[in-house]
T-cell receptor, first 114, second 112 residues
Framework: DTEVTQTPKHLVMGMTNKKSLKCEQH?????MYWYKQKAKKPPELMFV???????INESVPSRFSPECPNSSLLNLHLHALQPEDSALYLC?????????????FGPGTRLTVL | QQQVKQSPQSLIVQKGGISIINCAYE??????FPWYQQFPGKGPALLIA?????SEKKEGRFTISFNKSAKQFSLHIMDSQPGDSATYFC???????????FGTGTRLKVLA
C-alpha cells in the first residue's frame, strides 16, 4: 500500500466549531506531516511528527492542534478557526528524516471556514 | 539562501512539444531535488527526483537535468500531452531534515 488517505475530502465549519482532520498511511513511514496550501501557492509546512513525537511546529497558531495517536495515524484538531484558514490541508509521510526524504502526499481536505 | 526560484510562472505548450521548467537554489547543502505534479483539487504527486551526484535522470517522458555548479535544475517534459496540464512544483531538501523548500510553481497548459 503506497497511499496516504485523508478524511474528510471537504469540510465546512463555522468559526466556533471544533472539527478534526484525519490522515492515515500504511507504508511503515515514521515521519508524518501537515501542510496548508492556498490557491496557486506551494504547500506550506505546519507540523512534522517523527516517530510519533512532534518534531517541528512552524509557529502555527494554537487553534490548530496536531495529534499522532500511532505511527499510522495523524490528526489535526481545529478550533475557533478564522475565514483566512480556509485552504487545502495536505498530509504527507516519509520513511523518516534520516536520509533522502521522499514525501508522499495525500489528496487533501478542502476546508472552508465561514 | 533558503529560497528556490522557479520559472516560468505559467507555460503554454502545443501537444507534442517540449515543456521546460527551471529552478535555481542558493543553499549548497541541499542534496535532494524532487518535482511534484499537482492537478486541481488534488494533492501533489511525486513525479521524479534527483540527487547531486548525477547530472540527468530520465523516467519515461520526464527528465531532470541538474547543474551543480550553476545551482540549477530543470524538468523537461517531452511529447507534452493535454493530460500533463497541471501545476508543477520543484523542491529542495537536505538529507537528515524534514523540510522541503518549494518553488513557487508553474502552471502548465498543453493545448490539444
Amino acid at each position: 500500500d503506497t497511499e496516504v488517505t485523508q478524511t474528510p475530502k471537504h469540510l465546512v465549519m463555522g468559526m466556533t466549531n471544533k472539527k478534526s482532520l484525519k490522515c492515515e498511511q500504511h507504508m511503515g513511514h515514521r515521519a508524518m506531516y501537515w501542510y496548508k496550501q492556498k490557491a496557486k501557492k506551494p504547500p506550506e509546512l505546519m507540523f512534522v511528527y517523527s516517530y510519533e513525537k512532534l518534531s517541528i511546529n512552524e509557529s502555527v497558531p494554537s487553534r490548530f492542534s496536531p495529534e499522532c495517536p500511532n505511527s499510522s495515524l495523524l490528526n489535526l484538531h481545529l478550533h475557533a478557526l478564522q475565514p483566512e484558514d480556509s485552504a487545502l490541508y495536505l498530509c504527507a509521510s516519509s520513511q523518516d528524516g534520516s536520509s533522502y526524504n521522499e514525501q508522499f502526499f495525500g489528496p487533501g481536505t478542502r476546508l472552508t471556514v465561514l | 539562501q533558503q529560497q528556490v526560484k522557479q520559472s516560468p510562472q505559467s507555460l503554454i505548450v502545443q501537444k507534442g512539444g517540449i515543456s521546460i521548467i527551471n529552478c535555481a537554489y542558493e543553499n549548497t547543502a541541499f542534496d535532494y531535488f524532487p518535482w511534484y505534479q499537482q492537478f486541481p483539487g488534488k494533492g501533489p504527486a511525486l513525479l521524479i527526483a534527483i540527487r547531486p551526484d548525477v547530472s540527468e535522470k530520465k523516467e519515461g517522458r520526464f527528465t531532470i537535468s541538474f547543474n551543480k555548479s550553476a545551482k540549477q535544475f530543470s524538468l523537461h517534459i517531452m511529447d507534452s500531452q493535454p493530460g500533463d496540464s497541471a501545476t508543477y512544483f520543484c523542491a529542495a531538501s537536505r538529507s537528515g531534515t524534514y523540510k522541503y523548500i518549494f518553488g513557487t510553481g508553474t502552471r502548465l497548459k498543453v493545448l490539444a
